[in-house]
């Protein structure tokens, strides 16, 4: 025992060229078996420490059949389940015999046979026959894993050779009859393949000469060409570069993408030249430009930042210059600018603070020009808003900051809202006893009350000339002058304050059948200005003038309610329905306001409107001096009203029996609702009754259920078709007309399981060539057939139906009438792999079919085939792809002249329907 193998862990000596054989008996471990699985994005995730390996395994050999990971720097530990070689006669070489495996802090080779050479710190091995994959070698390093026919690896250089070698990356490998490792993470490649598609023979891939994997993130090639179907791209590309690894956290260069589809205005380009910039893990950001060969640009920058469970957001500035395609010097050369600027923020300052705000200004033609969205195309306004809560912990009090904002471009107008201030107090009773129950509480004791109050300002620019404006609203926004120029108007900004107080007073009858409850409310306003008219002889016109000073308006109402609740039976069978139950709740209201248009409240001004007319008298109009204000003050007219309202439903008990004769009773609902009220206004000077509203709803079966409703008058009408002030009933004999009408129903289905057709057999038959001109795979006959176990037909299918009808009567034409019925969400899963989704509808009244559109998609593992198509309708489309369902190489290949032909549509734009359009 003179020398001792360091290299080996010390448990073997040899002595003058002596042959030892170890048998070591070890089975094969659920590890290894492990490890001998093909790559998943999990295990290339996992470190050294997971692949299989126990933790705190000493040197030498494993019962789990796997070497452990070695615990000193320079150490080398094997294990084989079967036998150990070594032959020392003319260089010191250990051969491992069965499932063998040899590991190092720099790696572990697992293979069939595994040969280590001591002197050099060389491990081979190789497979026995090229077709033997299950005993292909694997070098496992860190987070990657090559497979290759053979493998000669150094340990402590990290360097090694391969032939007809597998490397895997990020959700692809690489294919390669040579490859040599001349570093820790460089790997050189000849003759290499490169796809994203995991099948030994690829649907698709990039062949190139030589290629270069820099710690599997960066993918370099030299005189490659893209193979689809083994048939070759017509172009050759001289070099290029390929990301092999997504990461969010890395900057770089984004995917360009070919333009072809608006070539009349702005030629050929390039879309999605930029750059995307990774900060930290809480802010990022990135620049787009879209250059085209008409002088036309497009420059698109966002910014994303979050602070998780504090802020998040993002800001997006967009803009675009477009020439009108002719030379400058060209008659009718003209240039548009078109700007957007978006913004939402996400704040949560405490558990009852937060704030909220969704900013989006733009040009008119901003999208038009930009957007490929056909939703996006035909917005003709935009909205933005700001909001700010707070809700006291205990609930008390709440308070509210809110900005508003619309423009209508085709219109031209803007309105401004707020900021608005609303602060409101949680409801809550003064004279509350928590010492007595509610039998024994005084009638005062069940009085609430509740107050709020809000100051709401209003900003309308609507400009005189609207279609050749020369300022935008935000120039008459900051500068009163210049929006009076714009709108002839001196009502600039608008602004008041209201508050509301509620006092309810419930329980006023100690019955317990019996509710009687009062109300009172009282409203305020404060406004800054005030608005008198004039009439003007000369001119025959009235003039309004705007007074400015502190005015104040008020105004209230109470009212008196009157509820109960009255039960009927009747115990008729019929079938399982043995008991029906039908529950009325009558309620009458009365309810009282003045009028406060009277001059004693001083609120409302009469003006004439014209000259003296022939016989004498004046044509006068009574408005109100707050009308043009931002809350308009108390309204006109006395209430004295009373209000009837009846709610019915009917109920049954359905008893039924199991089949051990067990008793069952259920209440169904036979109608869950049918209502009717009407009022009746005493102070009114005509048409006194009010029309009668009825509206009915019931759930017919599981899934289906029916909404109606109905208005009807009781008066005549004069040959204008207004209400004048006789009943039908006296006039005609019948007691009421139908004014309007409507009816709606739905109805919910599904069937199958949601994950759809699962085969038993999941393995899937691919063949190991391709030969386009082999028609065989479209005979009517499957040509594997029998070679797969028959599957169960469990396809999903589910739709929603949906119809409307609506009637409304015209006195003096032709009614209005519509009636649709929709089917939508219908989906249907043909086989694991075609899915086939519609919603159509028709219409009755026009006799015609509405806007519907059908799609038909099928999932080729590495393709994505789809069909899109709307044949009805004024918005008649179509929409064809075929596409990589890999992202990292979808915008490469895609874009390629000829391949562009896989996407066709007839839209204006070339493009894909948006995700989520019409159940695509």
């Avoid at 219109?411 to 707020?418: A, D, K, P, Q």
């Avoid at 009502?491 to 009172?520: E, K, M, R, T």
């Avoid at 109470?558 to 008729?572: C, E, K, Q």
Wanted: glycine residues 6%.
């Amino acid at each position: 025992m003179d020398n001792c193998l360091t290299y080996l862990g010390r448990l073997f000596c040899w002595k003058s060229g002596i042959l030892l054989v170890l048998i070591l008996g070890v089975h094969i471990s659920s590890y290894a078996q492990i490890l001998d699985q093909p790559n998943t994005g999990q295990e290339r995730n996992r470190p050294t420490s997971t692949q299989g390996i126990p933790e705190g395994a000493g040197q030498g050999t494993s019962a789990q059949g796997v070497a452990p990971t070695p615990e000193q720097e320079g150490q080398v530990n094997f294990q084989s389940s079967d036998s150990l070689v070594f032959v020392f006669d003319t260089s010191r070489t250990a051969t491992l015999h069965g499932s063998a495996s040899v590991a190092h802090q720099s790696g572990q080779l697992k293979a069939g046979k595994v040969s280590m050479n001591i002197d050099n710190n060389i491990v081979s091995a190789n497979s026995p026959s090229p077709e033997d994959t299950l005993s292909h070698p694997v070098l496992i390093r860190e987070n990657d894993k090559v497979r290759s026919n053979r493998i000669d690896y150094n340990y402590q250089t990290e360097k090694g050779r391969f032939e007809v070698a597998r490397v895997n990356i990020q959700d692809g490998n690489i294919i390669g009859t040579k490859v040599k490792k001349t570093a820790p993470h460089v790997v050189f490649l000849e003759d290499a393949k490169y796809s994203t598609c995991m099948l030994d023979h690829p649907h698709y891939y990039i062949r190139a000469d030589r290629m270069k994997v820099v710690d599997q993130e960066k993918i370099f090639f030299e005189r490659a060409r893209l193979f689809i179907l083994d048939i070759p791209y017509p172009l050759v590309f001289p070099f290029g570069y390929l990301p092999g690894k997504f990461d969010q956290k890395q900057s770089g260069l984004l995917e360009a993408t070919y333009a072809f589809q608006q070539k009349e205005t702005r030629g050929l380009g390039l879309q999605n030249i930029g750059w995307f910039q990774y900060f930290n893990d809480y802010l990022t950001g990135q620049v787009s430009f879209d250059i085209f060969t008409s002088g036309s640009y497009f420059v698109d920058s966002r910014l994303n930042y979050r602070n998780r469970d504090k802020y998040s957001g993002n800001v997006q500035i967009g803009y675009s210059h477009d020439n009108s395609g002719l030379e400058p010097t060209d008659p009718g050369y003209q240039t548009t600018v078109q700007k957007q600027l978006r913004l939402n923020h996400q704040q949560d300052f405490s558990p009852y603070a937060s704030l909220s705000a969704n900013i989006n200004l733009r040009t008119a033609d901003y999208l038009q020009q930009n957007s490929y969205d056909p939703n996006d195309r035909a917005e003709t306004s935009t909205s933005s808003n700001v909001n700010y809560r707070y809700q006291h912990p205990e609930n008390t009090y709440r308070f509210d900051v809110s900005i508003r904002q619309n423009q209508n471009f085709k219109t031209n107008t803007t309105r401004l809202t707020g900021p608005n201030f609303n602060f409101s107090l949680k409801r809550f009773s003064p004279f509350e006893n928590e010492q007595t129950t509610a039998e024994e509480s005084a009638w005062y004791e069940n009085l609430s009350v509740s107050y709020k109050n809000s100051f709401d300002s209003e900003f309308n620019y609507q400009p005189t000339r609207r279609d050749s404006a020369r300022y935008n609203w935000f120039e008459a926004l900051t500068d009163p002058n210049i929006y009076r120029q714009a709108t002839d108007d001196d009502d600039y900004i608008q602004y008041g304050f209201q508050q509301q107080v509620d006092f309810s007073l419930g329980q006023l009858l100690s019955s317990p059948f019996l509710n009687l409850s009062a109300n009172a409310n009282y409203n305020e306003y404060w406004f800054p200005t005030s608005t008198r008219k004039v009439f003007l002889p000369d001119s025959n016109e009235v003039v309004e003038h705007k007074i400015r000073g502190f005015n104040t308006a008020r105004d209230f109402s109470t009212s008196l309610s009157f509820s109960t609740t009255v039960y009927g039976m009747a115990n008729a069978k019929i079938g399982k329905l043995e008991a029906f139950r039908h529950t009325l709740r009558p309620s009458l209201s009365l309810s009282y306001r003045p009028d406060f248009s009277d001059d004693f409240w001083g609120f409302y001004r009469t003006v004439q409107t014209g000259p003296e007319r022939e016989d004498g008298t004046v044509p006068e109009e009574r408005y109100s001096i707050f009308e043009n204000e931002v809350f308009r003050g108390p309204g006109m007219g006395e209430q004295r009203s009373l209000g009837i309202s009846i709610n019915n439903t009917f109920e049954a008990k359905k008893v039924s029996r199991d089949s051990t004769g067990e008793k069952q009773e259920e209440v169904v609902r036979l109608i869950d609702q049918l209502s009717m009220n009407t009022n009746y206004n005493f102070a009114a000077d005509s048409i006194k009754l009010s029309d009668l509203n009825t509206s009915f709803s019931a759930r017919i079966i599981e899934g289906l259920s029916i909404r109606a409703g109905a208005n009807f008058n009781f008066y005549e009408r004069d040959e204008d078709g207004r209400k004048i002030d006789d009943y039908l009933l006296t006039n005609s004999g019948k007691p009421f007309e139908m004014t309007s009408f409507n009816a709606s129903t739905s109805y919910s289905f599904s069937w199958g399981k949601s994950g759809g057709l699962q085969p038993r057999d999941q393995k899937t038959y691919f063949p190991a060539t391709y030969d386009p001109l082999n028609q065989r795979m479209f005979h009517p006959v499957d040509p594997h057939f029998g070679t797969q176990p028959v599957q169960d037909f469990n396809s999903p299918f589910s739709f929603n139906v949906n119809f409307s009808y609506r009637w409304n009567l015209n006195p003096t034409g032709n009614n209005r009438t519509s009636a649709t019925i929709n089917a939508s969400n219908i989906n249907l899963k043909l086989t694991p792999k075609w899915d086939f989704r519609t919603q159509v509808g028709y219409d009755f009244v026009r006799k015609e079919l509405t806007p519907s559109q059908f799609s038909l998609s099928r999932n080729l593992h590495c393709w994505d085939l789809s069909f899109t198509m709307n044949p009805f309708g004024d918005s008649q489309y179509y929409f064809f792809s075929l596409r990589i369902n890999a992202g990292r190489l979808q915008g490469i290949i895609q874009k390629l002249p000829i391949l562009n032909n896989l996407e066709r549509s007839s839209t204006s734009t070339g493009r894909r329907p948006p995700r989520g359009f019409g159940g695509y």
